[in-house]
C-alpha cells in the first residue's frame, strides 16, 4: 500500500524527539536551558498521539499479517544497531543488553528511552487483533474505551491528592508497569491520534468528536499532573508542557489539511526520528563528557542517528524482510488501494 507523506507529521515527531533529547542531555548538563529543556519530556506523549494517528491509517486496508510484518520491520532493526551501539559506547551490561534487542517490557534496558517501546506495541497489539477478527470498523469504540479508562485513572489521581481515601483506589497499580502496558495512564493519548485521524481522513461524528475532545482533556491533565511535582524545582510553570502539548496536537490536526511540499529530506529526518530516540541518551552523554560541549553532544547524537538511518538499517530491514518471507510473513503481492487522503505507514 502506498501512502502519501504528510510532511508535517514527520516536522513534528523530530521537534518531539529533539525535546527528548533536550530534556536528557541539555537540561541535564546545562541548566542555563532549563527554560526550555526542563519540559522535554512532553516529547514522548506527542509520539503517542502521533502513533495513534499514523497506526491507525497504517491498518486500514491491511491484513493482520501484513499489519504485524510492517511493525516488525520499523521497530526491531532500528533497536538491534541502536542498543549494539550503546552496548559498545556506554558499556551497558550484557542482561541489559539482550532485553533491548528483543524489546523485553519489564525494565531495566540499555538505556530508559527504551520504556516507550512495549508500551507502543502494546496499542500495536490492540490494532492486530482488531484486524485478525475483522474488527478494524469498531475502532471508534475502541479508542473510546481506552479514552475513558484513562479518563477515570487520572481524575482519581488528581481527586486523591485532596483524598488520600480516593487514591486509596489505584494504590496497588499505580505507577506499575503492567499499568502502563494496559495503556491505562496514555491510552488516551494513542486514542486522540487515532481519533484525529478518524475525523480527518474518515468521517466526523459527533460520537467521535466528544471522545476526541476527551481524550485531549485527558492528555492535558495527565500532562499537568506530570509536571505539578517537577515544575516548583526549576521554578517553571505546570501549565508550559500542557501548551507545548497542546499546540502539537494542534499542528498534527493542521498536517492533515495544510499540503506541504513533499521532500525527501523532510522525510529522511522523519525516519531519522526513531534511532535519535533510542541514541542520544547514551551518544550525547559520552560526547557530552569526552567533549565538554552540549553542542558537539547534541550533533554527535543527530550524525550518528543519520548513519543509522542512511546506511546501517536499510540493510538490516532486507535481512529481516527476507527471513519473515520464509516464516510466512511475506510482503502481500497485491495489496488493497489507498484511500485518497492517507498519511505515511510508518510511526
Known amino acids: 500500500m502506498m501512502h502519501r507523506q504528510i510532511v508535517g507529521l514527520d516536522l513534528i515527531r523530530f521537534a518531539a524527539a529533539v525535546l527528548v ?3 536528557h542531555v541539555a537540561f541535564q548538563a546545562d541548566h542555563s536551558l532549563t527554560s526550555v529543556a526542563w519540559f522535554g519530556w512532553v516529547g514522548v506523549h506527542i509520539f503517542f498521539v502521533l502513533s495513534g494517528a499514523v497506526i491507525a491509517n497504517s491498518a486500514e486496508d491491511r491484513t493482520a499479517k501484513a499489519f504485524l510484518r510492517g511493525r516488525i520491520l520499523r521497530l526491531y532493526p532500528a533497536v538491534w544497531i541502536c542498543a549494539t551501539i550503546s552496548l559498545l559506547i556506554a558499556g551497558s551490561p550484557l542482561v541489559l543488553y539482550l532485553r533491548s534487542l528483543v524489546i523485553w517490557p519489564f525494565p531495566e534496558w540499555v538505556n530508559g528511552a527504551y520504556w516507550t ?4 506495541m502494546a496499542f500495536y497489539g490492540l490494532i492486530f487483533v482488531l484486524l ?3 474488527w478494524f470498523e469498531r475502532l471508534s469504540g475502541v479508542l473510546a474505551g481506552l479514552a475513558v479508562i484513562s479518563a477515570v485513572y487520572w481524575a482519581v489521581r ?3 491528592v485532596r483524598y488520600p481515601a480516593v487514591a486509596a483506589l489505584i494504590e496497588p497499580v499505580k505507577d506499575s508497569r503492567i499499568n502502563q502496558l494496559l495503556l491505562v495512564p496514555d ?3 494513542f486514542a486522540a491520534g487515532g481519533l484525529i485521524w478518524l475525523c480527518l481522513v474518515k468521517r466526523t461524528t459527533a460520537f467521535r468528536l466528544a471522545f476526541l ?5 485527558t492528555g492535558a491533565a495527565e500532562i499537568y499532573a506530570t509536571a505539578f511535582g ?3 524545582a526549576v521554578h517553571q510553570s505546570a501549565l508550559v508542557p500542557v501548551v507545548v502539548w497542546l499546540v502539537a496536537v ?3 490536526i493542521a498536517s492533515f489539511n495544510v499540503a506541504l511540499p513533499q521532500s525527501r529530506l523532510v522525510r529522511f529526518v522523519g525516519l531519522m526520528t526513531y534511532p535519535l530516540y533510542l541514541l542520544h541518551d547514551d551518544v550525547g552523554q559520552v560526547m557530552l563528557k569526552a567533549s565538554g560541549s552540549l553542542f558537539v553532544a547534541l550533533a554527535a547524537a543527530v550524525a550518528v542517528a543519520a548513519v543509522v538511518t542512511l546506511f546501517l538499517e536499510p540493510p538490516a530491514k532486507r535481512l529481516l524482510a527476507a527471513a519473515l518471507d520464509r516464516i510466512g510473513l511475506a510482503q502481500p503481492s497485491i495489496q488493497a488501494p489507498a484511500s485518497p487522503r492517507q498519511a505515511p505507514g510508518s510511526a
Do not use: K, N, Q
Open 213 to 217: 475532545g476527551l481524550s485531549v482533556l
Open 158 to 160: 488528581i481527586v486523591g
Open 250 to 252: 494542534g499542528l498534527i
Open 230 to 232: 517537577r515544575a516548583p
Open 21 to 23: 533529547m533536550l530534556f
Open 132 to 134: 485478525w477478527r475483522g
Open 117 to 120: 517501546l512495549s508500551v507502543e
Open 187 to 189: 491510552g488516551a493519548l
